[in-house]
């Protein structure tokens, strides 16, 4: 990197603002987001899902965050301000908190990801950003935001939007657009039921991540115009981002060119909406070589955290040892059974005689002696009796708590509650 591109990737988040969506139901993680929105739900043994892009952003430069939310979160804001009120506000640095506060006619919350930008739009005005980068709360991966305001700027856009190829089986799931010459959006369609592929690749679709980046006046402007269209439907993928294409002032970034990770490996971006997918991208942590490196002291990763003593293996008594094989375990845990590629959050009990294979334990769960786990999520606060198999019997599993139909058993406190 030239030494004047160097100063033009430190300069620019200086100039932007981050604003982080993190307002969503998060209905697709089922029971798990029955008390907590999406982006606050755990993951990877000691994180909640949304410190990942404020992470990204103070890696990146950019330390002025605004994090707006709506249902379910509480934890979310307690989260952030336990564990994200380190910036120092008098260097113009914050994160603030943008709870839906009906501030423009007093009846309506948030419609949409525009019109909930929309009804901030004066904090917004009053922080004078030249940048505004608009960021999803609930998506796992690593990235220099730096890289892609550079892009924006040096490629002369007003509207930049992150990309990344997925299969087209899949992509019905995402906003998918088509690329011309120098990376301008040609067209742009959100969820489509049948997703157009990418010319030379025709079982891949080119995706959007929910990662934009506006030059500010422009985005004043849309949104201004898009709150007097009783047509709209307030949302950045359906309204804002096919008017900037129209416009023919969208580009699109390459994950691929601003991904934080090692060169030799794939970038990395997961969207864990599902029990499903939020199982396997735990569990993929677990790996000797995980694809998502966590122990990267460059891009660290910041949380809240409890002040906890070291996890510990007890007893060595024939059968009855604590022992763990390709696991992660986080502080506060007492192990006296057998873990094999599992994860566990804070302040965990696995008593004697118990075994739990490929499974995630969420924080302050016990498992009973001689249980045994399998392919499961216990959400935080469970208590698994002594003796109860869950995971070896699909529909027994189904019966008495949420088995997905890839076999991953989902059980929290009001499942066990009744059972009793």
Not at 30 to 45: E, I, Q, S
Not at 146 to 158: K, Q, S, T
Not at 278 to 293: G, M, V
Not at 336 to 364: Q, T
Request: charge should be neutral.
């Amino acid at each position: 990197m030239r030494l004047n591109d160097l100063a033009r990737t430190q300069m620019l988040p200086r100039q932007a603002i981050a604003l982080v969506l993190a307002g969503g139901r998060g209905s697709r993680l089922k029971n798990l987001t029955d008390r907590r929105a999406k982006p606050a739900v755990y993951f990877g043994g000691k994180f909640r899902i949304i410190d990942f892009v404020l992470s990204n952003c103070l890696n990146s430069g950019i330390r002025r965050i605004g994090v707006i939310t709506q249902y379910k979160s509480h934890s979310l804001l307690r989260h952030l301000q336990r564990g994200w009120a380190f910036l120092k506000p008098e260097m113009s640095e914050f994160v603030d908190l943008l709870p839906a506060q009906q501030r423009v006619d007093e009846t309506s919350w948030y419609q949409g990801t525009a019109d909930a930008i929309f009804q901030n739009i004066d904090i917004l005005r009053s922080y004078r950003p030249k940048y505004i980068v608009v960021l999803a709360g609930d998506h796992i991966y690593k990235m220099n935001y730096a890289l892609m305001l550079a892009d924006h700027v040096e490629r002369g856009a007003r509207c930049t939007v992150g990309c990344i190829e997925v299969p087209r089986v899949d992509a019905s799931a995402f906003g998918v657009m088509a690329v011309g010459e120098e990376g301008r959006i040609t067209a742009f369609i959100e969820k489509p039921a049948d997703p157009p592929a990418m010319p030379d690749k025709p079982d891949m679709a080119l995706a959007s991540m929910g990662i934009y980046v506006f030059d500010a006046e422009y985005l004043y402007q849309c949104l201004n115009d898009d709150a007097k269209d009783g047509n709209s439907s307030r949302d950045f993928g359906k309204d804002i981002i096919p008017r900037a294409v129209r416009e023919g002032v969208a580009i699109a970034h390459p994950f691929n060119e601003s991904f934080v990770g090692e060169d030799e490996k794939a970038s990395y971006w997961r969207d864990v909406g599902t029990i499903d997918a939020y199982w396997e991208a735990n569990i993929d942590l677990t790996a000797t070589d995980p694809a998502l490196n966590l122990y990267d002291r460059l891009w660290p990763i910041i949380t809240y955290q409890e002040q906890l003593p070291p996890a510990k293996f007890v007893h060595n008594q024939g059968e009855r040892r604590g022992m763990a094989i390709e696991s992660m375990v986080s502080g506060g845990c007492i192990v006296s059974g057998k873990l094999n590629r599992s994860v566990l959050f804070s302040n965990c009990r696995v008593h004697s005689y118990a075994e739990i294979d490929w499974s995630v334990l969420l924080p302050e769960v016990e498992i009973g002696r001689r249980a045994r786990l399998t392919r499961c999520v216990v959400d935080h606060g469970c208590r698994i009796p002594d003796d109860m198999v869950v995971g070896e019997d699909a529909i027994e599993d189904a019966r008495r708590f949420v088995r997905t139909d890839s076999g991953i058993t989902l059980v929290t406190r009001e499942m066990l509650a009744a059972l009793a």
